[in-house]
């Protein structure tokens, strides 16, 4: 199996900065795209950003420009450094990644992270 633990999450002033980290761990034997997610209280959750495993990006055009994703492959963990937050950033942030074990190495598999909560607010 494998596991996604998301880290980061806090309590942060408006106008303020906070790096989110999702590591991979267990039967992992590659990582492929990469995405964050998020769900604010009663809404659905949406796409943040994605990356794939040669570094493509794509943001949510809420968040471009102050939101960056990245990812070391070697170390199977992505980040997600936002900056310029605001209260409406406020929402639990899912990590998910698409992966294979090597128990089968050529099947992919999404996975999901148990979620951190971010919270902007003065």
């Known amino acids: 199996q494998v596991q996604l633990v998301e880290s980061g999450g806090g309590l942060v002033q408006p106008g303020g900065s906070l790096r989110l980290s999702c590591a991979a761990s267990g039967n992992v034997f590659r990582v492929f795209t990469m995405g964050w997610y998020r769900q604010a209280p009663g809404k659905q959750r949406e796409l943040v950003a994605t990356?794939?495993?040669?570094?493509?990006?794509d943001y949510a055009e809420s968040v471009k420009g102050r939101f960056t994703i990245s990812r070391d492959n070697d170390k199977k963990t992505g980040y997600l450094q936002m900056n310029s937050l605001k209260p409406e950033d406020t929402a639990v942030y899912y990590c998910?990644?698409?992966?294979?074990?090597?128990?089968?190495?050529?099947?992919?598999?999404?996975?999901w992270g148990q979620g951190t909560q971010v919270t902007v607010s003065s």
């Open positions: 998910n990644g698409r992966a294979t074990t090597w128990f089968e190495p050529a099947r992919e598999l999404d996975y």
């Open positions: 990356i794939t495993r040669g570094g493509t990006t």
